[in-house]
């Protein structure tokens, strides 16, 4: 799934009254963390690098 798809999904699942939980973990030297941030900010998430 592209990245573009994955936030048109979660986009369309958002509902206000009933907020969505992601955790985003990545882990390694090959982790982009724009991604993450892009996939976390579409649903008001945060997103973290180790």
């Given at each position: 799934m592209s990245?573009?798809?994955?936030?048109?999904?979660?986009e369309r699942?958002?509902?206000?009254?009933?907020?969505?939980?992601?955790?985003?973990?990545?882990?390694?030297?090959?982790?982009?963390?724009?991604?993450?941030?892009?996939?976390?900010a579409t649903?008001?998430?945060?997103?973290?690098?180790?």
């Amino acid at each position: 799934m592209s990245l573009e798809t994955l936030k048109l999904e979660l986009e369309r699942a958002t509902d206000p009254t009933r907020p969505i939980r992601v955790v985003l973990l990545g882990v390694g030297p090959d982790v982009n963390k724009q991604e993450l941030d892009e996939i976390a900010a579409t649903t008001g998430g945060r997103s973290f690098r180790r």
